[in-house]
């Protein structure tokens, strides 16, 4: 079983009790099963080959927008709808088969949506194949959201991979899009970056985001990040980070997709510094 609930370092502040994650499953030579509140296959895919390995994720394009996380654009859809975004999804169930043809995992999710008389209303379901072999890494998904009246479909799409160019530098490319069948709203996450190993306790990277707005509205943002990374151990690693955002305007729809920047600015800088330790 796996749980996991959220906590805001700065402030201190909890989120909802395992809002997060809570799973049980199995696994074994038939592959592995997971239920409860679980991440959807468009987070799982872009979280292995995103340009900064989800560095910052409340601002990381790949996570507030790729992987539906902004609560404001994507709490309407899927089996989480009304309660948080629709990158986690309640009431789901996740089977990825055994690896086939080597290197290929298959990934199947479904979320009930629990409304009576209405199996269709709230749901969520995808399915995702992920290539990993020799330090190559090639991933796709595909899912599909329902709204809580079944009245609209939010479609998400995801791919990109990362391989090794020489021993030193890992080449990272992704793109995620996601549609709205009814407001024809369509948002896009373009990726590329590389990951530098200076040291064995040094790692550098340097990322770019292209994100675009159209059907609804047309709005843009670009944004380019630096992170220096160093590893005192397996657990512990310090880090260090410079982030630029763009938009092509100042109004909101453009602002907001550059998440860092705020109200009446075209841009805006970023530095963080801090410690990460897993237990």
Do not use: C
């Not at 890494?137 to 090794?164: E, H, I, M, W």
């Not at 896009?188 to 770019?208: E, K, Q, R």
């Amino acid at each position: 079983f796996n749980l996991e609930s959220s906590l805001a370092v700065d402030t201190g502040v909890a989120g909802s009790l395992f809002d997060r994650r809570a799973t049980v499953g199995l696994s074994g030579s038939f592959g592995a099963f997971d239920a409860g509140r679980q991440t959807n296959l468009a987070y799982d895919t872009l979280s292995q080959i995103d340009p900064t390995s989800f560095a910052h994720p409340g601002t990381n394009p790949n996570v507030n927008l790729g992987s539906l996380n902004n609560a404001t654009l994507y709490n309407t859809h899927g089996s989480s709808n009304g309660v948080s975004s629709a990158a986690r999804e309640n009431n789901s169930i996740k089977y990825s088969a055994p690896a086939m043809f080597g290197s290929v995992v298959f990934t199947g999710m479904y979320g009930f949506g629990e409304k009576t008389g209405d199996t269709v209303a709230g749901s969520y379901m995808g399915t995702s194949a992920t290539y990993s072999k020799d330090g190559v890494v090639a991933v796709l998904s595909y899912s599909q959201l329902r709204d809580a009246a079944n009245n609209s479909t939010l479609r998400a799409y995801t791919g990109g991979a990362k391989f090794p160019v020489t021993s030193d530098v890992t080449v990272k490319v992704s793109y995620a899009e996601n549609q709205v069948n009814t407001s024809r709203r369509d948002i896009s996450v373009t990726g590329a970056g590389l990951d530098y190993a200076a040291t064995p306790m040094w790692t550098l990277t340097g990322a770019y985001y292209y994100i675009h707005r159209a059907g609804d509205m047309k709005a843009t943002a670009k944004t380019w990040v630096g992170l220096a990374k160093y590893a005192f151990s397996k657990r512990t690693t310090a880090y260090a980070s410079f982030s630029y955002a763009k938009a092509a305007t100042v109004q909101a729809k453009d602002t907001d997709l550059g998440l860092i920047i705020g109200a009446n600015n075209r841009s805006a800088t970023r530095t963080v510094v801090g410690v990460n330790h897993a237990f």
